[in-house]
Structure formats: C-alpha cells, structure tokens
C-alpha cells in the first residue's frame, strides 16, 4: 500500500470497520499493535483514536486498555437538525426544480418539529475521502443522502452509526435505507397524457453523465422505448437525445432537432434543461402547448 495513503484519516476508517463490527465492551487492540500492524507511528495513532473516542466509539484510558462503547440511537429518537447531502450540480437545488422543491418540503416539515435542515451539494467527482471528511465536519445527528453515487459512501455511513436515509441512489445494486423511484410509472404517465392529447412524434431529452451511471436515467429511457412500443407507436431513435443538465445542453439539444430537420410535436425533458428548451423552440417562433 503506498505510504501516502497510510494517514490517520486511513487508520480511522480501518479502526472503524473493525470496532462497529464488535459487541459493546469489547477489548480492542493495543496502540503498539496497531502501529506494527499498518506500520504508522504512534501519532498517527493517536489521531485516529483520539477521532473516535470523541466520536463515543471507544472508550481509551492508559493503563486499561481500548474498549468498544454502544454507538446505537434509540427508537424514536428527534432530531434538532438534519443534514441532506446532495450529489449533483448546485443549480438543481437553486433553480425552481423538483429537487428544489424537495428541500423545501424537508425544510417545512422539520420546521413544524422546531428542527431545521442544513444542504450541503457536493459535486459528483467528489471522492469518498473528502465525503468522508464532511461527513466528521458536520458532526451530524442524521442525515439525507441524494443521488448517492458510490456504495463506498453508503459503506463509509453505515460504520459511522449515523442515522441515514438515501433518495435515489444511483448505484446498480439496491441498498437498504433507500427511498426510490418508480421509473415506469413515471414513463408512463409521460407518455399516457402526451398520447391521449394526439402526439406520436415525440422527442425525449435523456439525461446522461458520462463519468458516473445514473439508474433513474438509464431505467427511464428503457421503458421510454418499451412504452411507445406498448401503445403501437414505432420508436423513432434519432427523437432520443442524451444531454447533461443544463440550461445550455437542452437548448443546444433542441436546437439540434430542429437544425436536421427532425418532425415531432412534443418534447420530454428534465426541469434543469426546460428553459433552454423553451428558448430554442421560441427562436423558432413556435408557441408551447399552442403550436
């Protein structure tokens, strides 16, 4: 392992795995121990000890030894505050968006139970180490976790015993703690409203990331295709644009359509995309929902 990665940032997570899988009042090895078995020195021990005992993971005094303490929270336990940690681009919880909404639902309903909520965005090329150092920054009581992107996180919240929940977690593999959402449902209820109006011609602007895989996304363009299938319409693939979130990404989409001469009647897009598409369809001098 190389020597750069051996911090007491490291040792801490090490030591953390190893003493939450523990029973209460377990015995835990010595300092010297730990230090022949990562090959660090004693400071950089006591750094992570000393992280973990202010944290009430360990109970440490010289000359008794290293003990393991019950880091659990009782049932129906309240918190003051709450954190939600969001995955993404700030413009999704600045911008009207359901994103924004969201928080603003969790703030009112806190707010009802005289606690509040602190946002923290994080950007998604943010690595496990730095969410990690939020994380101990915030001392949270409890905290809200969208648009996760890596089960090493999740992992990294599980040894902390903070009470956590995760909104659409883009990872392939299910995670307990999580709330998620019904993607054909969604479609379907897309597609149902557009077709009873008269449109078959439809495009849809996926949204895409190309360094991260975003299930919510990838599911939702599956039964895009799945769905027009099922109510006899042939899916036309050139209608199906891939666009990162922004503004800029969905007017250049559209714009697109339009400059190659692409027939449709109707548009599928995210809220963080729809004003640029509402500026390349007027530069068309077209009218949503009239023309």
Not at 119 to 127: A, G, I, Q, S
Request: charged share 25%.
């Amino acid at each position: 392992m190389p020597v750069k990665q051996l911090k007491h940032e490291y040792i801490k997570e090490k030591l953390l795995t190893e003493i939450t899988s523990l029973p209460p009042g377990a015995r835990f090895c010595t300092v010297k121990e730990i230090m022949n078995r990562y090959g660090v020195s004693q400071a950089t021990v006591d750094k992570a000890l000393h992280y973990l005992k202010n944290r009430g993971y360990i109970d440490a005094t010289t000359g008794r030894g290293i003990y393991t303490r019950a880091k659990e929270i009782e049932p129906g336990s309240s918190f003051d505050n709450v954190d939600l940690l969001f995955f993404g681009c700030w413009e999704s919880v600045a911008t009207p968006s359901f994103h924004s909404e969201l928080v603003d639902h969790f703030s009112r309903k806190l707010g009802a139970r005289s606690a509040s909520l602190r946002t923290t965005v994080l950007r998604h090329e943010v690595t496990v180490e730095e969410v990690v150092r939020k994380i101990d920054d915030l001392d949270s009581q409890a905290v809200l976790l969208c648009n996760l992107y890596s089960s090493d996180i999740y992992q990294a919240f599980c040894r902390r015993k903070i009470p956590f929940v995760m909104l659409f977690p883009n990872t392939p593999n299910d995670l307990t703690n999580s709330v998620m959402i019904d993607n054909l449902a969604v479609v379907r209820n897309w597609l149902s409203h557009l077709i009873e109006l008269g449109h078959t011609r439809i495009a849809y602007l996926h949204g895409m990331d190309n360094r991260h895989y975003l299930r919510d996304q990838h599911e939702r363009v599956r039964f895009f295709y799945e769905e027009l299938c099922r109510h006899g319409i042939i899916p036309d693939p050139d209608l199906v644009r891939c666009v990162e979130f922004s503004p800029e990404d969905g007017y250049q989409a559209v714009n697109k359509l339009f400059t190659q001469g692409k027939q449709f009647t109707a548009i599928i897009t995210g809220d963080v995309c729809a004003p640029g598409v509402y500026d390349a369809i007027h530069q068309q001098g077209l009218e949503p929902g009239k023309d």
